[in-house]
Structures are given as C-alpha cells and as structure tokens.
C-alpha cells in the first residue's frame, strides 16, 4: 500500500510506501508551531518525489539538521528530510499535505521540540 501527498498547487508530489498511520506528531518547536505541521516519520527508502523537485527549497534553521523542504509557487511544507536519531535517513512526512489521511482520526503525540 502507498499513500500520496503534495504541496496546495500540486507542483510538488510524492508518494509514500506503507498505510497512512492513525498517529501524528505536533510539535511545538518555533516552526513547526507557526507551520502547524502534524507529521510522520518514515525511512528515507519509502519515501519518493514524484514531481517538483525543480520548485523545491530548502530552510534551514536551529542545528541545521533537518532540511524542511518547501515549494516555492506555493510555499506549502509537505515533507522535510534528515537524520534519526539511530543516523538512519528519515523523511518526516506533513500529513496536513496528503489529501486521503483523516486529520481528526489521528491520534496526537504531543513534542516538546521547543525545550531542544
């Protein structure tokens, strides 16, 4: 099974392998509070741009650790990759951007990235 996503004017998509998950992390870290970003995490090998990768930039703030990759027509975070913290290759996946994951089903895990 995979799952889909892409930024509002659909520039950029990708698809994800595996179920849309019934958990989301919100973190309240500076950007992701402002960005009300409600995410997943996923090895980088399940994780595939489909399209856009000409339209993408890349912001980078704190540590410099995560590259929070953005559309530039629309502005729209689908998807940021970095490191876990086992060194593995993440993609964290914005579910606010994958039109088929039902936002009030999820379960919320609470993140205090803003104490990092």
């Known amino acids: 099974m995979a799952y889909q996503g ?3 004017c659909g520039t950029v998509t990708y ?7 019934d958990t989301a992390m919100s973190c309240n870290c500076s950007h992701c509070r402002r960005k009300g970003l409600l995410l997943t995490f996923v090895s980088l090998d399940r994780f595939r741009l489909d399209s ?5 930039a890349t912001y980078h ?3 410099h650790a995560i590259d929070h990759r953005f559309c530039t027509v629309c502005g729209c975070q689908g998807f940021a990759v970095g490191t ?4 593995a290759k993440m993609a964290a996946i914005n579910l606010r951007c994958v039109p088929d994951a039902d936002l009030d089903a999820l379960t919320i895990e609470a993140v205090d990235g803003a104490s990092h």
């Open 6 to 8: 892409s930024c509002h």
């Open 15 to 21: 698809t994800v392998e595996g179920d849309i998950p």
């Open 52 to 56: 856009g990768e000409d339209k993408l």
């Open 61 to 63: 703030f704190n540590k």
């Open 84 to 87: 876990g913290p086992d060194g």
